[in-house]
């Protein structure tokens, strides 16, 4: 009887080995068939969601020395040095830089910011050798382009989930084409529609 349970137990092990490995090479298949879904960086990158924050932007001119967003960073990060123009009675900004190897990316400065001398770019690509190379002055901060479809030398690609319905490779579609979903305007409007 011992023999018999052991022959049994055999045969479901062997069973369900059989099954788990049907359904990991049923994924492989399935995958078969798929195109592969790559990207050649950086001569193509993908296209951040909407409200990525990644490098800031700084604009010399529209910055008029308050420190608010030095006051606002958890890390008191911004450097802002300025002098004080006793004939005009106002701050002259003379250099600005946010050292990108401690920043947090928090967007804490660009919101807070009076005067809208910081926004935050769609940059992700801030890798270097040397971290002392991540400390961005005024001219680095204001460097263009602040968005990957600007970029002449970059061909951006849609990532998955901003791709129209029904549409599964990034390179098929033209990034200016309307995305996957209804805008935050569309759904208050239908909202209001409703009641």
Known sequence: MKFLNKVGDYT?????????????????????????????????????SERFRGRIHFEFDKCISCEVCVRVCPINLPVVDWTFNTEMKKKELKSYSIDFGVCIFCGNCVEYCPTNALSMTEEYDLSTFDRHELNFDNVALGRMPTKVTDDPFVTPIRELAYLPKGVIEGHEVPHTARRAGQRPEEIAEAAAKAE
């Open 12 to 48: 479901k092990d062997a069973i369900q080995a059989a099954k788990y490995i049907g359904q990991g090479m049923s994924v492989t298949f399935d995958h078969m068939r798929r195109r592969p879904i790559t990207v050649q960086y950086p001569y193509e990158k993908l296209i951040p």
